[in-house]
Structure formats: structure tokens, C-alpha cells
């Protein structure tokens, strides 16, 4: 006769699970986001590199999904400098400094690698 005796739950199997699953995905955001930050660097306008050199990226995990977000800490008197070399801004005296689309170029390939490798896990067989 075999007997077989169990106590407890697979909670810790469970969770354990969860991490490594979560644990991947945020692997690969985390390569996307070096990328991104590099690419983004590279094409900001440069004057005295302080914009470009800070860039930086925060990967969120909440409620099961997970994002990434490119942000940029110079900021003067209150003003994200990146965001008026994106779109312009005014002048002191009244006049305007025209923007240039400068982060969606350098950011779109991330994107776009990000989906494409996102649809190669879907439709892996």
C-alpha cells in the first residue's frame, strides 16, 4: 500500500512562477530601455549635453502590466527642457523658437522592435 500525504498549498510554486514570468518580461524592457535612452541621447539637440546626457527610463509593473516610460531630468526654472527642443517655445522678448522633432525618430525602432518581438512570442508555436 502507497500512502500519500500532502500539507499545505502550491502558493509558493505559484508565486515563484509569477516572479520568473515577470522577471523576463522586465529583462527585456530593460534592454529596450538602455537602447532607448542611448538613441535618445544621440539625437537631442546638443548645447551643453546636459539634456542629453538625462534621459532615463523607469519600467512600471502594476495589475499585470508592465510599461515603459523615457523621461528627462533637466529641468529649468520648472521647464523639462526636452519637451521645448521637441515643440518650441517663446522667447523672453516675444518671439519663438521652433521646435524639432527630434524624440520620435530616435525612439520609434525601440517601438517598433518592441512589437516586433512581442508578435514573434504570440505567434510562437
Given at each position: 500500500?502507497i500512502?500519500f ?21 522586465l529583462?527585456?524592457l ?8 542611448a ?26 502590466s508592465?510599461s ?10 520648472g521647464?523639462?527642457?526636452a519637451?521645448i527642443?521637441?515643440?518650441g517655445h ?16 530616435a ?5 517598433d ?6 508578435w514573434r512570442?504570440v505567434?510562437?508555436?
Amino acid at each position: 500500500m502507497i500512502t500519500f500525504r500532502h500539507k499545505g498549498d502550491f502558493s509558493g510554486v505559484k508565486r515563484f512562477l509569477e516572479r520568473a514570468k515577470n522577471a523576463s518580461r522586465l529583462d527585456i524592457l530593460d534592454k529596450y530601455g538602455r537602447e532607448g535612452v542611448a538613441a535618445l541621447a544621440s539625437a537631442t539637440p546638443v548645447e551643453s549635453g546636459r539634456t542629453a546626457g538625462s534621459w532615463y527610463y523607469e519600467v512600471k509593473d502594476s495589475n499585470g502590466s508592465v510599461s515603459i516610460n523615457f523621461c528627462n531630468s533637466n529641468i529649468n526654472e520648472g521647464v523639462p527642457i526636452a519637451v521645448i527642443l521637441q515643440y518650441g517655445h517663446g522667447t523672453g522678448t516675444g518671439g519663438w523658437v521652433q521646435g524639432r522633432d527630434y524624440i520620435n525618430p530616435a525612439i520609434q525602432p525601440i517601438f517598433d522592435r518592441i512589437a516586433n518581438e512581442a508578435w514573434r512570442e504570440v505567434t510562437r508555436l
